[in-house]
Every structure is written in structure tokens, then in C-alpha cells.
């Protein structure tokens, strides 16, 4: 957090009150709406309860500890430096922040506001103390190492997915990501829910016309564009596949087509490159919407438009 300089200004005194900050790494990994009642349940019963002091304000985020410019943080620590309130509690170090450096900065600033920072898990720890202190950085250094351990499992299971014939990420337009229960006999390698992608049967048919008009070999990359366009269909984000000005002047979206044909989900294989998988090594589980062969002679087609755009250009 860069904060201006405050060098000759006297912070007021702080009112009496409680700042709840509440934070949850993201809506992949977890529901933050449990997370939150868990982390609200541990700081109530460890301080509100037996607090007469008000509570000032609840600052919620929803966003990795490692970016200091979360939105509530921040707001967080302006109303400090306006002395709003004079405790902040947050269920233990690592919801405060991941970075130690950023984290343990922050601390120092509002305790030289005169607001102290409490930890619900460790109810008598005041990070300002010297022997605490030593206590909340080493806090800090293994939610630091558990998150690069996450990072290493996580690569690892993507991996493996892969190298098993499974999508990982979201799935290109066409396709939808789903989940569901996995069957009893599959647990122990999988996990009790499993993730797959399958063809999306309001859009799947999109692509496959893509397709067929680009193996005409007679169509550029801009006139597949135009024909989808005069069609109604539009990507997935509800963008039409033409731009078309005010004036009347026209773009079309020839990017997200090209990415398109060069994706080789769309022919049922697993590509990686941070993996080394190569095209046609691993088969995809999922139902391609193009074959193999067709995909390979779309990709011919467009080397050809690319060499014809080459020669004109020179």
C-alpha cells in the first residue's frame, strides 16, 4: 500500500469501535458466504461478545491476500486514518494479509493512529508487542509457504488431469464446464467431485458452421465473420461477430475466430505447453466438434490465407 505522506499531520484520536474485516480467497476454491459466517462466529465469540464497545463498519473481500489493493482493505484503512473506529478484528493474521511486508507495515500505521489489531484465533496476541510480533511474522511466512505448496498441488492436479484425458479450465465457447458427484469405484483417484466439459447445445452448432464454412477454402478469416454475423450469432460474451460503426464502417472479430481454429479442444485433443503435451498424443474425454482431419485441413486453409496476405502485402 503506497499512502501519501503524512509525515506532519496528527491522526485524531480514533472512536470506540470495532472494524470486522472478513476476507475469502475467491469463489473457485471455497463459498465465501460460509467462509464469512465461520470467520464472523470465531471473531464474535472471541471479542464482541464480551466488548461493549459498537461495531463501526464490516469490510468484506473476496480476492487473494497478496494484493494489498483490495477494495475493503483499503477503504479499511482510509476510515483508520479518519479514526473511525479503534480495534480491527480479523479471525486470524493470514485473512489480514499474505504479504508479511505489506501486512506488518499496515499494522505499524494503525497502531501509530491508536487503533489495535486483534487476531480471533489467538485472542491475547497484540502484533505491536516484540515477543507477539515474532509470533504474527512467523504467522505470515507459513500462510506465505502454504500458499506456494497450494500452487505446486494445484499445477500438479491440473497435470494429471490432463495427462488422463481431462479439460482443465474453462471451456472454450462451444463447450460448457460441468460437475458431478464421481462414481463410487472412482473416489480414491478423483476425488468425490468430478469436472468434465461437454458441448454446449446452444452454441456447439455456432462453431461447427464456423468450421465447415472455413474447409470451403474459399472464405477468408473476415468473410466467415461476415456470414456468421448475417446469421444473428454472436461469442459467447453476447459481442456480435462484426463490430459495425456508427458510420457504418466494419470490424469483424477475426481474433476470436482465429484462436478458435487454432484450438485443438475443438478436435477432441489435449494440448499443453507448460505440460509438453503436443498435439495429437492424448485424447481428449469430451466430444470434439470437428475430426481430426478436418481441423488439421482448416489449419492448411488458414496458412494458405496467411501466405496469400504475406505475398499481397509485399
Same mark, same amino acid.
Not at 509525515?7 to 469463489?27: C, E, F, H, M
Not at 465469540?45 to 463501526?56: T, V
Not at 461477430?241 to 481474433?255: N, Q, S
Given at each position: 500500500?503506497?499512502?501519501?505522506?503524512?509525515?506532519?499531520?496528527?491522526?485524531?484520536?480514533?472512536?470506540?469501535?470495532?472494524?470486522?474485516?472478513?476476507?475469502?480467497?475467491?469463489?473457485?476454491?471455497?463459498?465465501?458466504?460460509?467462509?464469512?459466517?465461520?470467520?464472523?462466529?470465531? +471473531?464474535?465469540?472471541? @471479542?464482541?461478545?464480551?466488548? =461493549? *464497545?459498537?461495531?463501526? $463498519?464490516?469490510?468484506?473481500? #473476496? /480476492?487473494?491476500?497478496?494484493?494489498?489493493?483490495?477494495?475493503?482493505?483499503?477503504?479499511?484503512?482510509?476510515?483508520?486514518?479518519?479514526?473511525?473506529?479503534?480495534?480491527?478484528?480479523?479471525?486470524?493474521?493470514?485473512?489480514?494479509?499474505?504479504?508479511?511486508?505489506?501486512?506488518?507495515?499496515?499494522?505499524?500505521?494503525?497502531?501509530?493512529?491508536? +487503533?489495535?489489531?486483534? @487476531?480471533?484465533?489467538?485472542? =491475547? *496476541?497484540?502484533?505491536? $508487542?516484540?515477543?507477539?510480533? #515474532? /509470533?504474527?511474522?512467523?504467522?505470515?511466512?507459513?500462510?506465505?509457504?502454504?500458499?506456494?505448496?497450494?500452487?505446486?498441488?494445484?499445477?500438479?492436479?491440473?497435470?494429471?488431469?490432463?495427462?488422463?484425458?481431462?479439460?482443465?479450465?474453462?471451456?472454450?465457447?462451444?463447450?460448457?464446464?460441468?460437475?458431478?458427484?464421481?462414481?463410487?469405484?472412482?473416489?480414491?483417484?478423483?476425488?468425490?467431485?468430478?469436472?468434465?466439459?461437454?458441448?454446449?447445445?446452444?452454441?456447439?452448432?455456432?462453431?461447427?458452421?464456423?468450421?465447415?464454412?472455413?474447409?470451403?477454402?474459399?472464405?477468408?478469416?473476415?468473410?466467415?465473420?461476415?456470414?456468421?454475423?448475417?446469421?444473428?450469432?454472436?461469442?459467447?460474451?453476447?459481442?456480435?461477430?462484426?463490430?459495425?460503426?456508427?458510420?457504418?464502417?466494419?470490424?469483424?472479430?477475426?481474433?476470436?475466430?482465429?484462436?478458435?481454429?487454432?484450438?485443438?479442444?475443438?478436435?477432441?485433443?489435449?494440448?499443453?505447453?507448460?505440460?509438453?503435451?503436443?498435439?495429437?498424443?492424448?485424447?481428449?474425454?469430451?466430444?470434439?466438434?470437428?475430426?481430426?482431419?478436418?481441423?488439421?485441413?482448416?489449419?492448411?486453409?488458414?496458412?494458405?490465407?496467411?501466405?496469400?496476405?504475406?505475398?499481397?502485402?509485399?
Amino acid at each position: 500500500m503506497t499512502a501519501p505522506n503524512r509525515k506532519n499531520q496528527v491522526p485524531p484520536p480514533p472512536k470506540p469501535g470495532w472494524a470486522i474485516y472478513l476476507r475469502t480467497s475467491g469463489d473457485e476454491n471455497q463459498k465465501p458466504e460460509l467462509s464469512r459466517e465461520r470467520q464472523r462466529t470465531m +471473531i464474535q465469540m472471541s @471479542f464482541l461478545e464480551s466488548s =461493549d *464497545l459498537p461495531i463501526y $463498519d464490516e469490510y468484506i473481500d #473476496v /480476492l487473494t491476500g497478496k494484493d494489498p489493493r483490495r477494495k475493503a482493505y483499503q477503504r479499511m484503512l482510509s476510515d483508520a486514518r479518519a479514526g473511525k473506529f479503534s480495534h480491527v478484528v480479523v479471525e486470524r493474521a493470514d485473512r489480514f494479509g499474505r504479504d508479511d511486508t505489506e501486512a506488518l507495515r499496515a499494522i505499524d500505521e494503525l497502531n501509530a493512529c491508536g +487503533i489495535a489489531v486483534r @487476531f480471533a484465533n489467538a485472542p =491475547d *496476541l497484540a502484533p505491536i $508487542d516484540p515477543d507477539d510480533r #515474532v /509470533l504474527v511474522t512467523l504467522t505470515f511466512v507459513l500462510a506465505r509457504r502454504e500458499s506456494a505448496l497450494m500452487g505446486i498441488r494445484v499445477k500438479g492436479g491440473l497435470k494429471a488431469k490432463r495427462q488422463s484425458g481431462g479439460y482443465a479450465g474453462r471451456a472454450p465457447d462451444g463447450y460448457l464446464n460441468m460437475r458431478g458427484q464421481t462414481e463410487l469405484d472412482q473416489r480414491s483417484e478423483m476425488g468425490r467431485i468430478s469436472y468434465w466439459i461437454e458441448p454446449d447445445p446452444t452454441r456447439a452448432h455456432i462453431w461447427k458452421e464456423a468450421w465447415a464454412l472455413l474447409l470451403t477454402g474459399t472464405l477468408s478469416v473476415g468473410e466467415i465473420a461476415e456470414a456468421l454475423h448475417a446469421k444473428g450469432y454472436c461469442a459467447r460474451n453476447g459481442k456480435p461477430f462484426v463490430i459495425v460503426g456508427k458510420t457504418g464502417t466494419r470490424r469483424p472479430l477475426t481474433d476470436k475466430l482465429l484462436r478458435a481454429f487454432h484450438d485443438w479442444t475443438y478436435a477432441g485433443w489435449v494440448v499443453s505447453e507448460c505440460d509438453n503435451i503436443a498435439p495429437k498424443t492424448i485424447r481428449g474425454k469430451w466430444e470434439p466438434l470437428v475430426s481430426t482431419e478436418d481441423f488439421e485441413t482448416g489449419l492448411a486453409i488458414l496458412q494458405r490465407l496467411l501466405n496469400e496476405s504475406d505475398e499481397q502485402a509485399s
